[in-house]
């Protein structure tokens, strides 16, 4: 069965810090690959995704994803946090041999920035 | 993006009673929604995945008997909790996909059961 594993529970930042939130993900075939912010009191929002072609990913907001296919990872990134991103983050993975858009998602990471 | 809305935002109700949530697409069909449950500081489980026109797929684990779901039409799931307990408190969101690769998720419910 596949699994997300997101290493960081709680990561507190000042601002102006670099950030980079581990993802691992257990399954041998095809994956799509997401990462989703969710902000206090709002739904979830796709950063960013990927499905094939260049392994590192830009996103929203100046978040970028490297996907390393022989680590089963894909970290997001972003060089110099601000205040406005703490949130909650969500890595998500999906069959991509599956005709459903049944996502499996880690565990998450809260991550707090200090101003 | 597309938009999906979720009502109630927030439910609080007896023990015994049950408890209706919609998931509704606004702007786009969908034949497939889904359902998931997050604890505090955990991570969203999926519940059961809605298809429109027929039965829901569930999780394992998941009550069927407890976790009603229906997909009547294109644009709109609900998810029934039968006879509340205060263990069913949690978060509820459910998502809904224009296309395979690509999912929209509401607002999320707050189930309080007392």
């Known amino acids: 069965a596949q699994s997300v594993s997101q290493h960081n529970h709680h990561v507190i930042l000042s601002e102006a810090a670099s950030l980079e939130l581990g993802c691992n993900y257990s399954y041998g075939g095809t994956v799509n690959l997401f990462w989703y912010v969710q902000y206090p009191g709002q739904h979830l929002q796709l950063l960013l995704k990927y499905f094939s072609g260049d392994p590192l990913v830009k996103g929203i907001k100046g978040f970028e994803a490297e996907f390393i296919k022989s680590k089963f990872s894909f970290n997001l990134r972003k060089p110099s946090v601000q205040w406005s991103d703490t949130a909650e983050y969500f890595c998500a993975v999906r069959n991509g041999s599956s005709n459903t858009g049944k996502l499996i998602f880690g565990q998450g990471t809260t991550l707090q920035v200090k101003p | 993006g597309a938009v999906v809305s979720q009502h109630p935002s927030r439910v609080i109700c007896k023990s015994g009673t049950s408890v209706k949530i919609e998931c509704r697409s606004l702007?786009?069909?969908?034949?497939?929604m889904f359902w998931y449950r997050q604890f505090p500081k955990q991570s969203l489980m999926l519940m059961a995945t809605s298809n429109e026109g027929s039965k829901a797929t569930y999780e394992q684990g998941v009550e069927k008997d407890k976790f009603l779901i229906n997909h009547a039409s294109l644009t709109l799931s609900t998810l029934t909790v039968t006879s509340a307990h205060p263990e069913d408190s949690s978060f509820y969101i459910c998502?809904?996909?224009?296309?395979?690769?690509?999912?929209?998720f509401g607002q999320g419910t707050r189930l309080t059961v007392v």
């Open positions: 998502s809904a996909s224009p296309r395979v690769t690509e999912a929209f």
């Open positions: 702007d786009f069909q969908a034949t497939t």
